[in-house]
């Protein structure tokens, strides 16, 4: 058996050790996929339900607003994935002024969520308006959560901007880049 399969063995993680930062991220990001991925599934069944419903509650949404949080979210994910580079070519300064511009992105989507939020609060909708905006406050916020838990371990890989930490951090940011990816035309744009 040879040194890399002894290894393999020893760790138990398979295929997930070959992916970039530690592997127990990993096993977040798939769960996290699943249980949004489930809010998904659920907030398609509840559309097919109610059509007129959900029709009318994302006409009342500011898709506006939800493109500039996309093109910020995944200006974000690119600034992350420049300090991935960064840092695997040893530019720890680098790494950080990455980091950092991901994690002013990151504050500005949530400003911005924050923003489109108090519109719809202002318009008298909230959480038990009907099934659209049930769901799509429990999605929307759900992933504002995650993007306030990324700021949080970016700033925590940021400190010392090693290199599985930095992987491991950026990982986790592109899960919540490619969640709203998915989301923002299923909430806002598919009729």
Request: hydrophobic share 55%; with cysteine.
């Given at each position: 058996?040879?040194?890399?399969?002894?290894?393999?063995?020893?760790?138990?993680?398979?295929?997930?050790?070959?992916?970039?930062?530690?592997?127990?991220?990993?096993?977040?990001?798939?769960?996290?996929?699943?249980?949004?991925?489930?809010?998904?599934?659920?907030?398609?069944?509840?559309?097919?339900?109610?059509?007129?419903?959900?029709?009318?509650?994302?006409?009342?949404?500011?898709?506006?607003?939800?493109?500039?949080n996309?093109?910020?979210?995944?200006?974000?994910?690119?600034?992350?994935?420049?300090?991935?580079?960064?840092?695997?070519?040893?530019?720890?300064?680098?790494?950080?002024?990455?980091?950092?511009?991901?994690?002013?992105?990151?504050?500005?989507?949530?400003?911005?969520?924050?923003a489109?939020?108090?519109?719809?609060?202002?318009?008298?909708?909230?959480?038990?308006?009907?099934?659209?905006?049930?769901?799509?406050?429990?999605?929307?916020?759900?992933h504002?959560?995650?993007?306030?838990?990324?700021?949080?371990?970016?700033?925590?890989?940021?400190?010392?901007?090693?290199?599985?930490?930095?992987?491991?951090?950026?990982?986790?940011?592109?899960?919540v880049?490619?969640?709203?990816?998915?989301?923002?035309?299923?909430?806002?744009?598919?009729?």
């Amino acid at each position: 058996m040879s040194t890399a399969e002894c290894e393999q063995q020893e760790t138990g993680w398979g295929i997930l050790q070959d992916l970039p930062g530690d592997p127990m991220i990993w096993v977040l990001i798939f769960s996290e996929l699943v249980a949004f991925g489930l809010l998904l599934g659920a907030f398609s069944v509840a559309r097919a339900i109610h059509p007129a419903v959900f029709a009318a509650g994302q006409a009342t949404l500011d898709s506006h607003l939800a493109g500039l949080n996309t093109v910020v979210l995944v200006t974000s994910g690119w600034a992350a994935a420049r300090a991935t580079k960064a840092v695997r070519n040893g530019q720890r300064a680098t790494t950080r002024y990455w980091l950092l511009g991901a994690m002013v992105l990151g504050c500005l989507f949530i400003a911005i969520k924050l923003a489109e939020y108090a519109e719809e609060a202002g318009r008298g909708v909230g959480l038990e308006t009907n099934p659209f905006f049930t769901l799509y406050f429990l999605l929307t916020g759900f992933h504002l959560l995650h993007v306030g838990l990324g700021i949080i371990i970016l700033a925590v890989v940021c400190r010392r901007a090693g290199i599985s930490g930095v992987e491991t951090g950026t990982a986790f940011w592109h899960m919540v880049d490619l969640v709203w990816i998915v989301m923002f035309p299923i909430l806002y744009l598919v009729k």
